[in-house]
C-alpha cells in the first residue's frame, strides 16, 4: 500500500490550504473540486470525478461546507461509498452534524472502510502555516495509522472518542467562539460610544475577567480597520451555532445561551455581511447602534466607498 497518496475533495478556503501543506510536505495529492481552479491553485493534480479520487488514493480527506454536502458526496451517485474499497480511511475534515457523522460511519464499516471526523480549529492562518488543532473521533488504531497524514497540516491531533466525537468537539469549541466574538463586538461597540479608547479598553480587558480570543486575537487588529479578511463568514458561524443547538437537543442539554450569537450573525446577514468574514458581526451591531463604526472614517455598510 502507497501510504503517501492522497484524494482531497473540497478544496476551498480551508481544504485548499490543507492540500497546499500536504503537497509541500511531497505527498502526492488528487483533488477533487466544484471549481477546478482551486485544485490547480493548491498545488494537486486535478480529477475529474469524485470515483477517480477514491481509485487513486487509501487515505481520502474532504472539506465540505456542511453534513448535506458530505451526503451528498458520499452517498450520492458516482460517489465514495460507490466507489470505496476495503482498507481505505475516509477523513471529514468539515464542520458537520454528529449525528451525520456518525450515521455514515456506520455504513462505512460495512465495507470494512474507516470513516474518520476530523474537527478542525485555527482558521485560515493556521492552515496556512499547518499549525491546525485537530479534533479527532473514530478508531483509535484506524487514527493512530493517519498521523501522517496529519503531521503536515496540524500541530496538534487529539482523539477525542469513538465517531462522532470529534465532530461534538468542533461544533463545543466553535459555540464559544461565537459566543465570545459576537459578545466582545457589542462591547466594543457600546465602548466607543462611550467615547473610550478602544486600545486602551482592549489592554484593560485583556488583564481582566473578560479576557477572551476575541479579545486577545480580533479586535486589537479590527479597531485598526483589519478585520482578518478569509475566515469563517457570518452565514457559515450562523449554521455553526444551529449545528450546535441541534446537537445538544440530541444530548438533552438545555441551550440557554445561544439566542445571544444567533441572533448577532443572523442580523450580520440580514444586513448584507452573511458572505464577508464573521468579525464584520461588530459592523452589523454598529448599523443597529447609529451607524457606529469602531475606527474612524470607514465604510457604514458593505459596499460603500469609504
Known amino acids: 500500500m502507497d501510504t503517501k497518496r492522497i484524494g482531497f475533495i473540497g478544496l476551498g478556503n480551508m481544504g485548499g490550504r490543507m492540500t497546499r501543506r500536504l503537497v509541500e510536505a511531497g505527498i502526492e495529492v488528487l ?13 494537486a493534480r486535478a480529477a475529474a470525478s469524485i470515483g477517480e479520487v477514491v481509485g487513486f488514493a487509501d487515505v481520502v480527506l474532504l472539506s465540505l461546507p456542511d453534513s448535506k454536502v458530505v451526503e451528498a458526496v458520499v452517498e450520492g451517485p458516482g ?17 458537520a452534524a454528529a449525528s451525520s457523522t456518525i450515521r455514515l460511519a456506520a ?21 496556512e502555516k499547518g499549525t491546525l488543532t485537530l479534533m479527532v473521533g473514530g478508531d483509535a488504531a484506524a487514527i493512530s495509522a493517519i498521523q501522517w497524514v496529519f503531521r503536515p497540516i496540524a500541530t496538534k491531533a487529539l482523539s477525542m472518542g469513538a465517531s462522532g466525537a470529534g465532530h461534538t468537539t468542533k461544533l463545543l469549541n466553535n459555540f464559544l467562539n461565537a459566543v465570545s466574538l459576537s459578545a466582545t463586538a457589542e462591547v466594543m461597540v457600546a465602548g466607543k460610544k462611550a467615547g473610550l479608547d478602544l486600545h486602551t479598553l482592549l489592554e484593560v480587558l485583556n488583564s481582566s475577567s473578560g479576557v477572551n480570543f476575541a479579545t486577545q486575537n480580533r479586535f486589537p487588529k479590527i479597531v485598526d480597520g483589519d478585520y482578518l479578511e478569509g475566515g469563517l463568514t457570518n452565514k457559515l458561524m450562523t449554521k455553526d451555532v444551529v449545528l ?7 444530548l438533552g442539554v438545555s441551550s440557554l445561551n445561544s439566542s445571544g450569537p444567533l441572533a448577532s450573525f443572523g442580523l450580520a446577514t440580514a444586513l448584507g455581511y452573511g458572505d464577508l468574514i464573521s468579525n464584520r458581526v461588530v459592523d452589523a451591531i454598529g448599523d443597529v447602534s447609529g451607524g457606529i463604526r469602531l475606527k474612524d472614517g470607514q465604510q457604514s455598510k458593505p459596499g460603500e466607498a469609504q
Do not use: K, M, N, W
Not at 483533488?31 to 498545488?43: N, S
Not at 460517489?79 to 482498507?87: F, P, T, W
Open 244 to 250: 450546535y443547538i441541534d446537537r445538544l437537543r440530541e
Open 79 to 95: 460517489g465514495i461509498l460507490s466507489a470505496c474499497r476495503e482498507g481505505q480511511t475516509v477523513i471529514d475534515l468539515s464542520t
Open 31 to 43: 483533488g477533487f473540486d466544484a471549481a477546478p481552479e482551486r485544485v490547480q491553485a493548491a498545488g
Open 107 to 127: 455504513l462505512f464499516r460495512q465495507q470494512d472502510v474507516h470513516y474518520i471526523d476530523a474537527g478542525i480549529s485555527g482558521g485560515a492562518a493556521a492552515a
